[in-house]
């Protein structure tokens, strides 16, 4: 049995989902730190690995159609990468090819490919459970596809934002396996995110911080280089966190927006 055959054997084995919730709630990890709201508290005890790579999920969908566009101009279903499941499925609109250098185009070309990996990873793992890409709109910012500066720019945010989201996220998962394939995901965005934050201060970029928790790039007034605290550790956000910088709005309750126009699917999709 390949690594991946177990892992979906792993998230299809209902014994370990229960297990997973009964260890996410007795360790203190429920609604609270997944940002739940008072509404879907009451559903926690019921969240399972599958929950979470699915929420993993339609991050990947995001980041995968941005820079597949970027340097192809196509989306993802265009180039046969599946996008049904359960849940409700959105068309992605925005973006298109952006004009760059041949060392910025490799670099964007090879998170491409990743992400598109990525996205074919869980879903496999995730087989009949797997959520269906939502409506996505790719310039909710009204910016990121003109020239290099706003791709980089954007491109900024999304993978400080996936790093953020899978160190959250480990706290969640009981399973090592499981574990072990989520942060292998995370350690990719991580290196994805170092590159990109190099890049940005080579093109003399200050983008702005998409909320409290965001660490300034190395250009800005005490910048880094890398998304890390005093302690040389990566910034972390629950899913509420998460969810409040790709649905552009903090507000508790938020189901949507920006990025997501229609929210995203499976059982954590709220801020």
């Known amino acids: 049995m390949t690594k991946q055959e177990r892992l979906q054997d792993l998230v299809d084995n209902t ?12 360790g203190g990890a429920g609604a609270a730190a997944l940002g739940l709201t008072a509404a879907d508290e009451a559903r926690a005890q019921a969240l399972t690995d ?21 340097v192809t101009g196509r989306r993802i279903a265009d180039i046969g990468i599946g996008t049904s499941g359960t849940g409700r499925a959105g068309q992605t609109v925005g973006g298109a090819r952006v004009a760059m250098n041949d060392r910025l185009f490799t670099v964007a070309q090879q998170i491409a490919l990743d992400e598109q990996v990525h ?3 869980l879903r496999t793992a995730l087989g009949a459970a797997a959520v269906a890409k939502p ?6 910012l009204g910016v990121g ?21 899978y160190g959250g996220a480990a706290a969640l998962v009981s399973n090592p396996q499981i574990l072990t394939a989520a942060a292998q995901i995370g350690l990719t965005e991580a290196q994805h995110a170092g590159v990109i934050r190099l890049l940005v201060s080579d093109l ?7 909320d409290a928790l965001d660490v300034p790039t190395l250009m800005a ?25 790709a649905y ?9 927006g920006a990025f997501f126009p229609d929210g995203v699917n499976g059982r954590i999709t709220t801020v």
């Open 145 to 165: 596809f003109g020239n290099v500066n706003e791709f980089f720019t954007v491109a900024r945010a999304f993978e400080d934002l996936g790093v953020s989201a």
């Open 221 to 245: 007034p005490n910048g880094r280089l890398f998304q890390v605290d005093g302690e040389g550790r990566s910034t972390v956000r629950t899913a509420s966190q998460v969810l409040a910088v």
């Open 119 to 121: 996205v074919n990873f």
């Open 15 to 26: 014994v370990t989902r229960r297990a997973f919730a009964r260890a996410m709630v007795a």
């Open 204 to 210: 003399g970029l200050m983008p702005g911080m998409v």
């Open 248 to 256: 552009g709005s903090a507000r508790s309750g938020t189901r949507g």
């Open 50 to 70: 599958v929950d979470i790579l699915n929420f993993a999920l339609n991050l990947e969908y995001l980041e995968a159609e941005f820079y597949t566009v970027a």
């Open 135 to 140: 409506a996505i709109n790719l310039e909710a």
